[in-house]
């Protein structure tokens, strides 16, 4: 049974259940952002709990905590296994903390303050093209993580947990040819990490804001760190040159064109004739068909300054705009795509 046929009655259509579940889908995220945020699923992780203990351990409600977790159960989060005991289900593990393949952070960062006043503000965006949030703070979601440590830390997690994507474009892409790898605006290095240790001989460069650089340092074992430069600045002004390839990963999607082509020129600059760009990012379909980075691009509208999920086309008109020709497109398997360049000769 699904969660609209357990709500409303038999007598509607299929079409209105599937309209309902869309309507309602925000109650059940909000669920999750909240057991999320306290921590239930780490609290389970040993042995199931009674409710009253959960809620003292996370000074909530206890009847109020019950109610949602019920609910949860419903869908598969979670599972009361006896009168108000519950326990970790598949879908909850991946809410624990440390989790191989976790979400808390992402349930935790899409449920915050200012994502959910942004998007409440969805209709503004629309009438207008600009960002919501930008509207609402004063300034955008960058300069937001950087003034607001904890929020910048939440956002830090949520982007590392993409580390499968990592593993996906390392057996997409044969980066065996690189001698040094050049990952710009690539945060904590996850992904420059994961490819310098799958190819021994390669060197890497670090490349974002000094502090998250700094950071990002700190974070890493040793004998990576002997084999990468980390260096602090903006990809807006100059980009370290000697690299064989550039990274940039989801980093042109945050952007409008304008921005996202100063970025693009910048690594056009840096790079050498024999260099290539590597953009990692989502590249939109034609057609109906669903894809979830389609939905991401309104994200994209409403929290970030100008930035978009692009097609094909407008890939190649923002790179020829910069000086660069796309060699090839290369699926991964997940939406992810790695669109390979070089300099136009």
């Not at 108000?84 to 960062?109: C, G, K, W």
């Not at 994502?115 to 960002?131: A, H, I, N, P, R």
């Not at 300034?139 to 993409?162: H, K, P, W």
Request: aromatic share 10%; charged share 25%; hydrophobic share 40%.
């Amino acid at each position: 049974m699904t969660v609209s046929e357990s709500i409303y009655a038999p007598s509607n259509t299929p079409f209105q259940m599937t309209a309902m579940e869309w309507i309602h889908a925000y109650w059940m995220s909000r669920c999750v952002y909240v057991v999320a945020k306290l921590g239930i699923a780490d609290l389970l992780s040993e042995s199931p709990q009674h409710c009253d203990t959960l809620a003292k351990a996370t000074d909530t409600h206890s009847d109020a905590l019950y109610r949602i977790l019920r609910a949860l159960a419903s869908v598969g989060i979670f599972a009361e296994i006896k009168p108000r005991y519950f326990a970790l289900t598949p879908l909850a593990d991946n809410l624990q903390t440390n989790h191989p393949e976790s979400v808390r952070a992402m349930a935790i960062l899409r449920g915050e303050e200012h994502y959910y006043k942004s998007w409440g503000d969805l209709m503004y965006s629309l009438q207008t093209g600009d960002s919501a949030f930008e509207r609402l703070y004063g300034m955008d979601l960058f300069e937001y993580n950087d003034q607001d440590s904890t929020q910048g830390e939440i956002f830090d997690r949520a982007m590392a947990e993409s580390e499968e994507e990592n593993t996906l474009i390392l057996e997409a892409y044969d980066f065996s040819s690189i001698d040094k790898l050049a990952d710009i605006g690539g945060g904590k290095g996850l992904s420059l990490a994961t490819i310098l240790q799958a190819y021994p001989s390669m060197t890497g460069i670090l490349f974002d804001r000094p502090d998250v650089v700094e950071r990002a340092k700190n974070s890493w074992d040793l004998a990576l760190q002997n084999r990468c430069k980390f260096i602090g600045g903006s990809f807006f002004e100059d980009i370290p040159t000697g690299a064989d390839a550039y990274i940039l990963k989801h980093i042109i999607q945050d952007w409008d064109d304008e921005r996202s082509l100063t970025i693009l020129q910048g690594c056009h600059q840096a790079m050498t004739p024999q260099s290539r760009l590597l953009v990692i990012d989502f590249v939109i379909p034609p057609g109906n068909e669903f894809y979830g980075s389609k939905f991401i691009d309104v994200n994209m509208l409403v929290m970030c300054p100008g930035g978009r999920i692009r097609t094909e086309e407008e890939f190649h008109k923002l790179f020829k705009a910069a000086g660069l020709k796309i060699t090839q497109i290369i699926p991964t398997e997940s939406e992810v795509s790695i669109i390979e360049s070089t300099k136009i000769s």
